[in-house]
């Protein structure tokens, strides 16, 4: 082993290599889902509410009341835009205008703990599970 003169300093150690990061797995929000939540509190309806996610379209379905937006989604960063549809008028119920409300003010879509998707943004939430 050969060593050092005296008085030298000790030798530098090689810098460790980059730890390789995987990237972020994409996010994408296509399929059938029960909309669980919305605002923070459960869905107590005596009936299911659902959405149905394409590549660039949202729609809920609550009993005969529909709902529809168009969206854009970057990452998370999410952009959506309200479209109009044929829908009964029987009136709506507070978590169905909440639902409503939710989609449109949306800015960001993430996947929860228990893998689910939030849309929030706004103030606002809705959680969705897959069907």
Known sequence: ????????????????????????????????YRIAGVDGGDID???????????????????CVEMAWSYRLEGRALQTTRLPVVTCDRG???????????????????RTESNGLRFSGGGRSVILFSQ
């Open 1 to 32: 082993m050969a060593r050092e003169p005296a008085g030298a300093p000790p030798p530098v150690p090689a810098p460790a290599p980059p730890a390789e990061v995987a990237p972020a797995p994409s996010l994408e929000p296509a399929g059938e």
């Open 45 to 63: 309806l005596p009936h299911g509410i659902t959405a149905s996610i394409g590549a660039d379209r949202i729609e809920v379905v609550s009993q």
């Open 92 to 110: 709506r119920y507070p978590q169905e205008e909440a639902i409503e409300a939710a989609f449109t003010a949306a800015r960001e879509v993430e």
